[in-house]
């Protein structure tokens, strides 16, 4: 399951597909949404809702497209990684640790794919009524937009990892430490996390819906 640099690229590659007729704040805001179950500490089955199609989410708020087409992506990615698990479980550890590796990996590897990060940025500076209707607190809000104001406005880096110590415990963070180096420049590992989004965005172009009747 992505991190928030890989679901806003693939956001913004959906936006004008199936979307444009909404909200484009909203969107990127509902589609960063759902993790802030983690700081916030609320029920997972909140925020990722699953088997929701394209032309379901069409019809809802941006804010609620945007929410429920992370769980799109987030089920997107984990069949992908799952193609590839007998050979990946041949070169790393299979435990928590390698996953929250992997994700912010991708998130480095990818985030030059988008150029206009300033203005996702500014665009995440806003907080919709939406999103207090879940159970996290206005204040949990408030943190998780300046956390992913911060974590958005540059390419990741080794010193984002400290924000995992929010919500995990000290070891698990240290493995994490560990593992961001040493996965580098494994060509696989490389390749697996940049892959993955020349094969999401060939799949949400080829995808064929129903024209949304904006009358």
């Known amino acids: 399951m ?3 640099a890989t679901h806003v690229l693939v956001a913004e590659t959906a936006y004008p597909l199936f979307f444009k007729h909404l909200d484009h704040q909203a969107f990127i805001i509902g589609t960063c949404y759902p993790d802030i179950r983690y700081p916030a500490q609320i029920e997972r089955d909140l925020t990722h809702i699953h088997n ?3 032309e379901e989410m069409q019809t809802q ?4 497209a945007g929410l429920l087409f992370h769980t799109y992506v ?13 050979r990946l479980y041949n070169l790393v550890p299979k435990h928590r640790p390698t996953f929250h590796t992997l994700k912010i990996l991708q998130d480095l590897y990818l985030y030059d794919k ?3 990060w300033d203005a996702i940025v500014s665009e995440v500076d806003v907080i919709l009524p939406e999103e207090l209707t879940f159970g996290a607190s206005e204040q949990a809000v408030k943190d998780w937009h300046a956390m992913l104001r911060h974590y958005l406005s540059k390419p990741p880096q080794k010193s984002d990892l400290e ?3 929010l919500t995990l415990p000290p070891d698990m963070v240290e493995d994490i430490h560990v593992y961001y180096t040493s996965f580098q420049g494994v060509t696989f590992l490389d390749n697996l996390l940049i892959q993955f989004y020349p094969e999401i965005k060939a ?6 819906v129903t024209p949304v009747n904006l009358s």
Request: hydrophobic letters at 35%; aromatic letters at 20%; a negative charge.
């Open 61 to 64: 708020t941006g804010f609620r």
């Open 114 to 116: 988008l150029d206009h």
């Open 74 to 86: 987030d089920d997107y990615w984990n069949d992908y990684i799952g193609q590839y698990k007998a």
């Open 2 to 4: 992505p991190w928030p």
């Open 163 to 165: 924000m995992l110590s």
């Open 203 to 208: 799949y949400l172009e080829s995808i064929s």
């Open 52 to 54: 929701v199609t394209i």
